[in-house]
């Protein structure tokens, strides 16, 4: 690993409430972290009810999971990890002052998000014609039913909830994006960027959780 | 480090010598974009005191229908309403937010030698959440309110009810959010924006309490949130998880909105555990007994509290033996508790007490909450459980713990650092008073529910058999003497404010960061930050026989 | 001082994500029984744990870190196996007719 020494510029950047950069950067990034963990106990609650009704309807589960599309949700998991690579890059990015580099950085980040959302709106869009929407529409030809639209629920539930926090973090990286264009961002002055990428690792973190839980529940 | 009160600021009539959060900046932009700790805890105190009031009024209201054995005031569709808003209130835009945000803003940064808290943005945000939370639970309010009860259990609230479910709980999650943002807030400035010196057990055990709630709130109010948005969408879009009709489970949502919920009553009593703490060691010039073990209990209260939640599903068809772990560990849960009402008695043996306002309160805190809490442990044996679930017994139970012992504790704490935050005395012979009213009306009324609960009144209740009616009575007329005793301060804190003596920076000789600044603070706390050589507490009852404590 | 991470670190780690996703694909072609819960779960572990340390830098920072970013799993595991102890023994109880 390469170190870099901070500039006295750096302190430039301290709010009124800390001594130094060192705590303010420490300070910003535990309280990130509390807040992820508040996320994991947020989608928590959804994964209690997915365990609980898988636990007690387990083949419906297996059969109704076999309507999603693996390939496309595989595909959108594969996005997500890609994505989470670009951030990365984008974080180093912005330690290293490399202006360009981390708008184009953040730019693909949000685009990856852009691609995911795009994907999950076909699915979504095919399971709306297929009649596996939850509500006055849905329709199911295997046995047990009302149980399979508990499934679809959850599935709809969870990925939608999942949904709306990817929306947010492609929001968030396009406004870095266009503050890293205007320089907000020079040395010293990153930190915004790494807590912003804490959060979308965090969302890609759910992702893999979903994926097998919801699409992979029996084996194909 | 007690420090000596000879460094009196000179007054002229009503303004202080230097400038301070409040004369620093004027208008009311000034306040509305504060970043100030102090500022928002004055916020914060305005707009609890707000909620306060509407939910003693609805209180009020049920106290005084609840006079006569049939409906005479409210119908019982009113009458549902009446304890939903006094439950909702009370619950989330009172107790929650209280110490906490009042107290704990305004003190815990001065308490660790700290100009701010970490993020005072975010503190400023999270008063605006909370006002926002507010918003939607005062339009579902003045629309007609909600009748499912603060518990907002399925299938009624998802299914049956015909009142304005939805915007209530979108009142309740959106305050829930300024409760995650206050204890991550608080949580960082503790970890990271100590004073040098100022290690993990030198703290102030308020610091510790406080810790230990806002890792309550950080982790179990996302719960809240969730199962309120599910209990949301389900009612809005006809199904849901918790629908029979899809093979779900109306109990699912019981154990989701009950593992937030019990932990939530820790949130509501640990930060008064930590005022109680601070007043007891004052009040009898001894350093607390047994600091490390009063500090751990808060942290095994925060961590076991979370165990316990099925104690509230007995008899909703939950299983026997998931309810024998639950009951076991509620036990479990009572100790910690127990060792701190211990370590404050044995802190007051040999003490040298000076019985000032602010330890009455916390006296009476200490046989109130032991009440409450030995109440519990009645209600977590399963067998009694049975007979007294959904009876006056838990509402006798809960009200000694939040009103016996929570605001009886932020009373004491208000008075306590009331002349920090003002700069000026409140009239001691009202305090004592009030004090004492409080404490005599808070029994009246609360004592006669632990009875009429035993003899089988049902809660939620406001048509009964006519041989409870004496109990009713007894207590609407405690209710009415507790009124008073919450009015006096009310009326006095503000006559105080213009017109009562001048506290100097440390009236009551006390140790600790927040006394070694004049009163009122100065913007920013400290000159320069200090740096701690030893630990908290170090009084010495024997010296402090007859040191003369303000004015008591 | 900031430590800056190496390029390959990150490429690497994106690598053996992607190998372990294409595992959890495999395992969806297998019939393990319940099994198929239990091994997708442990790779989910293993990619979630991967991008906490790589990604997110928890390899390298402090024991306070590595603490809160366990603490939400492991309450969110308090949630579920109290909760399943409810599912799970109520049947245990025969009814008396």
Not at chain 2, 478 to 497: K, N, Q
Not at chain 2, 514 to 540: A, L
């Amino acid at each position: 690993m390469s170190t870099l020494t901070s500039p006295a510029s750096e302190d430039a950047f301290v709010a009124q409430q800390f001594d130094n950069i060192e705590q303010q950067r420490e300070a910003a990034k535990l309280g990130m972290w509390i807040f992820l963990a508040t996320e994991v106990l947020f989608f928590g609650g959804l994964f209690l009810g997915y365990t609980v009704y898988r636990f007690t309807y387990g083949q419906v589960f297996v059969d109704t999971s076999r309507k999603l599309d693996v390939l496309l949700g595989g595909t959108n998991t594969a996005v997500l990890l890609v994505s989470s690579l670009l951030m990365a890059f984008a974080v180093r990015a912005a330690k290293l002052d490399q202006r360009r580099m981390l708008t184009w950085l953040l730019l693909g980040t949000a685009l990856l998000g852009c691609v995911f959302m795009s994907i999950k709106g076909v699915e979504y869009h095919k399971d709306y014609v297929d009649h596996l929407v939850p509500g006055r529409h849905f329709e199911w030809h295997g046995p047990d039913p009302y149980n399979a639209e508990l499934f679809f629920w959850i599935y709809f539930a969870m990925t939608g909830l999942h949904a709306i926090h990817v929306t947010v973090g492609i929001g968030v990286m396009l406004v870095l994006a266009l503050l890293a264009r205007l320089g907000k961002f020079s040395r010293g002055n990153h930190n915004t960027v790494e807590i912003a990428g804490l959060y979308w690792h965090f969302v890609d973190i759910v992702w893999v959780f979903l994926f097998p839980l919801l699409y992979l529940v029996g084996h194909r | 480090m007690i420090s000596d009160a000879t460094e009196i600021d000179v007054k002229t009539a009503g303004q202080f010598a230097r400038d301070n959060y409040l004369s620093v900046h004027h208008g009311v932009r000034s306040w509305l974009l504060t970043k100030d700790h102090k500022r928002i805890g004055l916020l914060y105190l305005f707009t609890i005191l707000f909620f306060f009031l509407i939910a003693s009024v609805a209180a009020a209201l049920m106290r005084i229908e609840l006079i006569t054995p049939q409906p005479k005031l409210v119908t019982s569709e009113t009458y549902n309403k009446l304890f939903t808003i006094h439950g909702v209130l009370m619950v989330w835009f009172f107790l929650i937010p209280s110490i906490p945000t009042v107290l704990g803003n305004f003190i815990l940064p001065m308490m660790i030698g700290a100009r701010d808290v970490a993020f005072p943005k975010l503190n400023l945000l999270s008063w605006y959440i909370f006002i926002a939370g507010g918003a939607l639970a005062l339009w579902s309010l003045i629309h007609g309110g909600v009748d499912t009860g603060w518990t907002f259990y399925t299938p009624y609230s998802t299914t049956y009810a015909n009142t304005h479910v939805i915007s209530m709980a979108a009142g309740v999650f959106v305050a829930g959010f300024s409760t995650i943002v206050t204890g991550m807030n608080f949580m960082v400035t503790i970890h990271k924006m100590r004073a040098p010196g100022l290690t993990w057990f030198r703290l102030p055990l308020f610091v510790w309490s406080l810790y230990a709630t806002s890792l309550i709130m950080v982790l179990a109010t996302p719960v809240l949130a969730i199962t309120l948005a599910l209990m949301s969408v389900e009612r809005f879009w006809g199904v849901g998880i918790f629908d029979p009709k899809l093979g779900g489970d109306p109990v699912l949502f019981q154990h989701l909105f009950w593992f937030y919920s019990h932990p939530a009553v820790y949130i509501m009593i640990l930060p008064g555990m930590g005022v109680i703490s601070e007043l007891i060691t004052c009040f009898s010039r001894k350093p607390i007994y047994g600091y490390a073990w009063v500090g751990s209990a808060s942290m095994a209260i925060a961590v076991l509290g979370f165990l316990v939640w099925g104690h509230h599903m007995f008899v909703s068809s939950q299983s026997v033996y998931a309810g024998m772990v639950f009951s076991i560990l509620s036990f479990l849960v009572a100790v910690p508790s127990g060792v701190k009402v211990f370590n404050w008695t044995a802190t007051l043996r040999k003490g040298s007490i000076h019985f000032g306002t602010p330890m009455i309160y916390a006296l009476g805190f200490i046989g109130l909450f032991t009440i409450g809490g030995l109440t519990g442990l009645f209600l977590a044996a399963l067998a009694v459980d049975v007979h007294v679930h959904d009876t006056y017994f838990v509402i006798a139970h809960f009200h000694y713990i939040m009103v016996g012992g929570m605001v009886m504790a932020f009373m004491g704490g208000l008075h306590y650092w009331w002349p920090k935050i003002s700069g000026r005395l409140y009239p001691e012979f009202a305090g004592k008073l009030a004090a004492m009213i409080t404490f005599i009306g808070f029994n009246l009324t609360f004592f006669p529910q632990f009875v009429l609960g035993y003899l089988g009144q049902p809660r939620r209740y406001h048509v009964y058999p006519p041989e409870f009616q004496i109990y009713h009575v007894l207590s609407t007329a405690g209710a009415s003497i507790l009124g008073v005793g919450y009015l006096m301060p009310l009326i006095y804190f503000i006559w105080a404010w213009k017109h009562g003596r001048v506290a100097g920076p440390n009236p009551w000789r006390a140790t600790g960061l927040e006394w070694q600044t004049p009163s009122p603070p100065p913007e920013h706390n400290f000159q320069q930050t200090p740096v701690v050589t030893g630990p908290p507490y170090s009084y010495s009852a024997e010296k402090d026989v007859d040191v003369d404590l303000a004015s008591i | 001082m900031e430590k800056v991470t190496q390029p390959k670190v990150y490429v690497r780690t994106c690598v053996a994500l992607l190998a372990l996703l294409a595992l959890t694909w495999a395992i969806g072609y297998v019939d393990l029984g319940s099994f198929n819960l239990i091994v997708a779960l442990a790779v989910a572990i293993a990619k979630a744990i991967v991008i906490a340390l790589f990604f997110m830098h928890i390899k390298g920072s402090s024991r306070l870190l590595h603490l809160v970013a366990v603490a939400g799993v492991i309450w969110l595991l308090f949630l579920i196996s109290l909760t399943l102890g409810d599912y799970f023994t109520r049947g245990w109880v025969p009814l008396n007719h």
